[in-house]
């Protein structure tokens, strides 16, 4: 199957990344919107525009289903993408509900965009999944513009992760969501900050899995599928890339990709 993935930016790559190892006998098209981020400092509307813009491509390109890849497009757009074709349109969103199930007493942190964070999307989920009150929200856009920039471990990082936490305390939380796709690049610096035994989730898993589900394929059981088969696919003819309906086939930009790919498969199981 032809399986569209797009985000912003290299944020939704972390997505593909994980779609590599579990449903890797797929074909993708992969498109980062690299003119228009980021977006979580956006307007809803133009959010909407771009998502729509987006999507009418992968269509056009006959994509069998279209994953956004991409909490804050999801947050003020899905209802419209899934109005606008007939294919499955599968969204992300916080993964706060394996975060509440998963911890007891302590308290967990949402990080994500400011649209996200400020969106009813968020505030509808934390209604039916926080009952008991233990979830607090903090927008970090700038994270955004470091992993545009493939910072992901500067100083300048660690600087900005001390700021925006230092309005909480960090002994009394147990688990971090990831909110945007694009915080998965960071991992080992919020564990740093955190400690080790900080839990950290994101929704990448949950996301395929329920891909594989919508679309009836079956899932690869991790430990079969080395990075090898990763590498490969960067490579081989089941991925086409795009950045904002570009084609990249340039060496420079296909290894700026597998310098990603690495870095996600580094910090994939932190
Ligand atoms: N990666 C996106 C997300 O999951 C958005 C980042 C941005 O463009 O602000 O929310």
Redesign the pocket.
Known sequence: MKIGIF???I??LSLLHEAYHMLPQQNYIFYA?TE???????TPEQIIDYATDIADFLVEKDVEAIVV???????VAIKELRKRYSIPILG?EPAVKPAVEETSRKRIMVI??P??IREDKLKDLLHRVDGEHRVDLLAM?KL?EFAEREEFDSEDVHEYLRQQFSQFNKDEYCAIVL?????NYFKPAYREYFGEDILLVDGNYGTIHHLADVLSIPLVQDKEVYFETVHNMLYDNNTEYYFSKKSIKDEKTLEHLKRLHNRLEEVRKF
Do not use: R
Not at 36 to 42: A, L, M, Q, S
Not at 69 to 75: D, G, K, L, R, V
């Open positions: 985000d912003s930016g944020g939704g919107d228009h981020v980021p977006y979580g400092t956006k890849a991409c909490n804050t497009a999801t947050s992300m994500a965009t649209v996200t856009p955004v909110g945007c796709t694009h915080f």
